[in-house]
């Protein structure tokens, strides 16, 4: 009999995404599953239901999911959600494990083997996979869009007859995978692009993408990166002279991007009420670290706040903003995870492959996960070359 995988409808306020497209749902028919989309599921995410029926899949309901073999989702199930899941199920989804140690604990007391996208290791092996970067990219993007929208000026410079509009100057501070689509992003729509970043390989990267990169480049600087490609730890006479310059020069810009997000961590406080109330009236700040406390002093999540006429837009969840297009690239995400696991239409997991065991939380009624209470801690990964956003934030507060 084959196997039922169940594509869930979001629960969580504000998040439009779901977890598979019609793509995918077709590959996973024809690897031999049996696919129940819930009803709706892809609504926010321009995907009716008679698309995923085109693919294969039968519309149901939540009550589905109680005899499903694999539940995918967007965000970790809830308690309601997971009581309703069978003993043994598979459970793979976005699982925000990082000081929830409980509500892991609980997924495991029910039975469920469940899986945490955001934990993939960051190896050539499992960039398909990595959601991390795939929401990233598109969360950058999005910050220009929304710092466009909100800016009372024309992102481009403009000569005309009547005079010249000078190019917005954008600031983006941090150079990961966010950080590279904003300044990509920004440089496209016209505007003066500069960007900071504490990884000396990233002044590279800024300036394929034509922008400014912005550091005291000092001996100390040249050698701030470690072979394995994080940070070291800077002087304080080093920290003190880059924040000087970095504020100096958020003074000048019309629009600042903060994507320094530490996965369990609060995000590092890289913008000050000082800085802010140095930048002109009309001033936009970007907080892409919201959701952890912010990379901006005065950003709240889920909301715009001005601040003597300088605007903090601190959105909550930025992939989802764009849902159509992130939906797309995290249902492939899944897919290609899953795929490693379906052998002639059954579910075999390998607990010794490296992709299960840096993403696996529970199994066999308890956590097994070394980082969240299942043994010893596993050891940090080396970064690729080109670092994603979550490694890439880490450098800014790790040695």
């Keep these: 009999m084959a196997k039922l995988l169940f594509i869930a409808k979001e629960k969580a306020p504000g998040e439009s995404r779901v977890a598979g497209s ?10 031999g599953l049996e696919v129940v989309v819930e009803a709706d599921a892809g609504s926010q995410s321009r995907i009716p ?46 699982m925000d494990p990082y000081g929830h140690n409980d509500l892991i604990a609980d997924l495991g007391s029910k039975g469920l083997t469940t899986f945490a996208m955001e934990l993939m290791p960051r190896i050539t092996r499992a960039q398909s996979m990595d959601v991390l970067s795939s929401q990233a990219n598109l969360a950058g993007y999005q910050a220009v869009i929304d710092a466009a929208a909100a800016f009372d000026r024309a992102m481009p410079m403009m000569m ?12 983006v501070m941090g150079a990961g995978v966010a950080g590279l689509q904003a300044i990509a992003t920004a440089k496209r729509l016209g505007a003066a692009v500069s960007a900071t970043d504490v990884r000396p390989a990233s002044k590279e990267q800024v300036a394929s993408l034509g922008g400014k990169f912005i550091a005291v480049e000092d001996e100390e600087f040249k050698a701030a990166e470690t072979a394995g490609g994080y ?49 002109r009236p009309g001033s936009i700040l970007v907080d892409l670290a919201v959701e952890r406390g912010g990379n901006v002093e005065g950003a709240v999540a889920g909301e715009v706040v001005d601040k003597n006429g300088v605007r903090i837009i601190g959105y909550n969840n930025v992939p989802g903003r764009i849902a159509a297009s992130a939906s797309l690239l995290y249902a492939k995400n899944l897919l290609t995870f899953l795929q490693t696991m379906i052998k002639d239409g059954d579910i075999a997991i390998n607990f010794d492959d490296e992709l299960v065991k840096a993403t696996a939380l529970t199994h066999g009624g308890k956590v097994i996960h070394p980082n969240f209470g299942g043994g010893t801690p596993a050891p940090t990964p080396a970064p690729p070359p080109q670092a994603t956003e979550a490694v890439a934030a880490t450098n800014k507060g790790d040695a």
Excluded at 22 to 31: C, I, R, S, Y
Excluded at 160 to 171: D, E, L, N
């Design 160 to 171: 005309t007859a009547a005079g010249t509009v000078p190019a917005a100057k954008v600031f």
């Design 231 to 279: 940070a070291k730890e800077m002087s304080k006479e080093y920290q003190a002279k880059q924040a000087a310059l970095v504020a100096d020069h958020i003074a000048k810009q019309d629009i600042v991007i903060t994507t320094a997000l530490i996965p369990g961590r609060p995000a590092p406080r890289l913008v000050t009420a000082d800085m802010i109330a140095s930048m």
């Design 49 to 94: 239901d008679a698309e995923f029926e085109k693919a294969g899949a039968t519309i149901g309901t939540a009550a589905d999911a109680a005899r499903a073999d694999v539940v995918l989702k967007v965000r970790r199930p809830d308690a309601e959600e997971a009581a309703g899941y069978k003993s043994g199920a598979i459970v793979i989804a976005i």
């Design 22 to 31: 019609p793509d995918t749902v077709k590959k996973l028919v024809a690897a």
